[in-house]
């Protein structure tokens, strides 16, 4: 079973629009929760890197929020753009070198 | 652009084979990733080496191993090739080997068995 299970598996938006992703894990022990996201056939990049003690983070109009009590993060997408679709994947790990990925929520933001 | 460059973009090969997929890490970072993300599936961690020594493995089949020059770029080499290791191979470094540094991606190597 993966550690780390994010929904909706797809999700498809009009320009505009706000959406939020969700990821829930069961890594334990936890250091950090990231946030990346990958448009098709390219490298993934990163949005967010949380650590435990925090529990919102922003990049432009990228949010996420990490609960870590209930072991869930979302990341909510603001006023979304055509350049925002693409793959987005939760990422949670102890450190650098252990790190469990999700596989991903496919976003297409239509206009 | 992270900074990481991987070569070759694309690879088209035969089963059997065996291929090399080169990384060079960001200026600075002594670490190095590799990981595999076969079609409409997660990335998969295979391998990471700091600084020259082999650090943590993943789902690394025994076909394949890395290593990471004094140079710091790193080479994958993949043998004996079947038709599911067609895949995108991503190389990714960061400046330290633990903790939450970020980790930068390249742009991947698109290798395809036929």
């Known amino acids: 079973k993966n550690q780390v299970e994010q929904s909706p598996q797809s999700l498809i938006i009009l320009e505009g629009k706000n959406c939020t992703l969700q990821?829930?894990?069961?890594?334990?022990?936890?250091?950090?929760l990231r946030w990346y996201k990958q448009d098709t056939g390219r490298g993934p990049v990163s949005l967010t890197i949380?650590?435990?003690?925090?529990n919102t983070k922003s990049n432009g109009r990228y949010t996420a929020t990490l609960d870590a009590d209930t072991k869930q993060s979302s990341l909510h997408i603001t006023a979304s753009q055509l350049s925002d679709s693409a793959s987005y994947i939760c990422?949670?790990?102890?450190?650098?070198?252990?790190?469990?990925f999700g596989a991903g929520t496919r976003l297409t933001v239509k206009p | 652009d992270s900074g990481v460059t991987q070569t070759p973009k694309h690879l088209i090969t035969a089963t059997g084979q065996r291929v090399t997929l080169r990384c060079s890490p960001r200026?600075?970072?002594?670490?190095v990733y590799w990981y595999q993300q076969s079609l409409d599936q997660g990335l998969q961690f295979l391998i990471q080496?700091?600084?020259?020594?082999?650090?943590a493995k993943g789902n690394i089949l025994e076909r394949f191993s890395a290593q990471q020059f004094p140079d710091l770029h790193s080479e994958l080499n993949l043998s004996s090739l079947e038709l599911g290791d067609s895949a995108l191979y991503f190389c990714?470094?960061?400046?330290?080997?633990?903790?939450?540094?970020?980790?930068?991606f390249g742009p991947g190597t698109r290798l395809t068995v036929t």
């Open positions: 949380m650590t435990f003690s925090e």
């Open positions: 990821c829930n894990y069961t890594v334990s022990p936890f250091s950090n």
């Open positions: 200026s600075g970072d002594l670490s």
């Open positions: 990422v949670v790990g102890p450190n650098n070198n252990d790190m469990r």
């Open positions: 990714a470094s960061s400046v330290s080997g633990m903790g939450s540094y970020e980790q930068y």
């Open positions: 080496y700091y600084n020259g020594e082999e650090r």
